[in-house]
């Protein structure tokens, strides 16, 4: 069954940078596309960035301040966070897509079981 599973999250303070890392397994992804989306407490998930083919996407709130990049061979998606706010503390989810990548929640399929960012002094 394949799966992906997030690290990285952790405490940090407001103007500090985290990464975070999803590794793929049990089917070869190759270079299907992958991604973060975010939960904050209370509210929905909402869609951070993706990585396919041709590119990355990114939401308008972390553009500039987060870069997504990945390594096939080690089946693996970073998340670099810098300049982090308040704002952008949540529950991270990785996601990754079997055929076209859509930034949209019912449209992921498969997900991480998420990590916490905290944003805080």
């Known amino acids: 069954q394949p799966h992906v599973v997030e690290s990285g999250g952790g405490l940090v303070q407001p103007g500090g940078s985290l990464r975070l890392s999803c590794v793929a397994s049990?089917?070869?992804?190759?270079?299907?596309?992958m991604g973060w989306f975010r939960q904050a407490p209370g509210e929905e998930r909402v869609f951070v960035g993706l990585?396919?083919?041709?590119?990355?996407d990114y939401a308008d709130a972390v553009k500039g301040r987060f870069t997504i990049s990945r390594d096939i061979a080690k089946k693996t998606v970073y998340l670099q966070m810098n300049s982090l706010k308040p704002e952008d503390t949540a529950v991270y989810f990785c996601?990754?897509?079997?055929?076209?990548?859509?930034?949209?929640?019912?449209?992921?399929?498969?997900w991480g079981k998420g990590t916490l960012v905290t944003v805080s002094s």
């Open positions: 049990g089917r070869t992804f190759g270079r299907n596309a």
């Open positions: 990585i396919h083919w041709s590119g990355r």
């Open positions: 996601a990754a897509w079997s055929g076209l990548a859509v930034a949209r929640t019912d449209r992921v399929d498969y």
